[in-house]
T-cell receptor, first 114, second 115 residues
Framework: DQQVKQNSPSLSVQEGRISILNCDYT??????FLWYKKYPAEGPTFLIS?????DKNEDGRFTVFLNKSAKHLSLHIVPSQPGDSAVYFC?????????????FGTGTRLQVTL | NAGVMQNPRHLVRRRGQEARLRCSPM?????VYWYRQLPEEGLKFMVY????????ESGMPKERFSAEFPKEGPSILRIQQVVRGDSAAYFC?????????????FGDGTRLSIL
C-alpha cells in the first residue's frame, strides 16, 4: 500500500526553465510534508517542507505547493540548474503518537539539460 | 560541520553472518531513525529511537533485526543471520526533536551486500 506516490519516475527540463515535481498521498492523517534531494551514493538532503496549515512555502528557487483537498503537493524549481539533477523524494509525516516517522514516495529522477 | 556519520559505507557479508551498522547523529540531536532502501524504491521506515529507548519499531522485521541507541556511543542496527534479501542501502537520520521545524537529516548510508 503506497501511501505516498510519485507517478513520474523521471523528468527532463532545460536549464533555466521551471521544473515541477508532483506527489500524491492517500492518508488524510498526514499533516507535514517534506522534499529531499538525493545524489547517487549519498544520503537524502532536506530541501523544503510544508505544514498542512499552509498551502505554499518558498525558499529561494524552491517552492512547495500543497492542495489538501486533492491530497497533492508539488515542488517547483525555478530557474532549474544542471546541479539540480538528482532524484527527488517526497515524504510525509502525521501525528500518530510518534510523529516523526516519514513515509517516502519512490522518487522522481530530474535531469536538467544544457 | 559534522553531519550524520554512518559506518561502514559498504559492508559485505555471507549468508548466515551478522551485520552491524553504526550511526552517529548530528551534534545536539537525540532522535535517531533508521530507513532501508531497496533498489529502485523509496526509503522505508524501520525504527525510531531516542537515547536508550525505542520509540517506534513498527517498520522492523519481527525476527533477526534489532536496534539500540545507548547512552554513550552510536546507534547500532544489528541484523543476525543475514539472507540475500537483506541486501539494501540502510540510511540513518537524526533530528533535534519531533517538531515541524526540526526535519530529519540523513547520513550517506551503509550499502549492505549479502553473498
Amino acid at each position: 500500500d503506497q501511501q505516498v506516490k510519485q507517478n513520474s519516475p523521471s523528468l527532463s527540463v532545460q536549464e533555466g526553465r521551471i521544473s515541477i515535481l508532483n506527489c500524491d498521498y492517500t492518508n488524510s492523517m498526514f499533516d507535514y510534508f517534506l522534499w529531499y534531494k538525493k545524489y547517487p551514493a549519498e544520503g537524502p538532503t532536506f530541501l523544503i517542507s510544508i505544514s498542512s496549515i499552509k498551502d505554499k512555502n518558498e525558499d529561494g528557487r524552491f517552492t512547495v505547493f500543497l492542495n489538501k483537498s486533492a491530497k497533492h503537493l508539488s515542488l517547483h524549481i525555478v530557474p532549474s540548474q544542471p546541479g539540480d539533477s538528482a532524484v527527488y523524494f517526497c515524504a510525509a509525516s502525521g501525528y500518530t503518537g510518534t510523529a516523526s516517522k516519514l513515509t517516502f514516495g519512490t522518487g522522481t529522477r530530474l535531469q536538467v539539460t544544457l | 560541520n559534522a553531519g550524520v556519520m554512518q559506518n561502514p559505507r559498504h559492508l559485505v557479508r555471507r549468508r548466515g553472518q551478522e551485520a552491524r551498522l553504526r550511526c552517529s547523529p548530528m551534534k545536539g540531536h537525540s532522535h535517531v531513525y533508521w530507513y532501508r532502501q531497496l533498489p529502485e524504491e523509496g526509503l522505508k521506515f524501520m525504527v525510531y529511537l531516542q537515547k536508550e529507548n525505542i520509540i517506534d519499531e513498527s517498520g522492523m522485521p519481527k525476527e533477526r533485526f534489532s536496534a539500540e541507541f545507548p547512552k554513550e556511543g552510536p546507534s547500532i542496527l544489528r541484523i543476525q543471520q543475514v539472507v540475500r534479501g537483506d541486501s539494501a542501502a540502510y540510511f540513518c537520520a537524526s533530528s533535534q526533536g519531533q517538531g515541524m521545524d526540526q526535519p530529519q537529516h540523513f547520513g550517506d548510508g551503509t550499502r549492505l551486500s549479502i553473498l
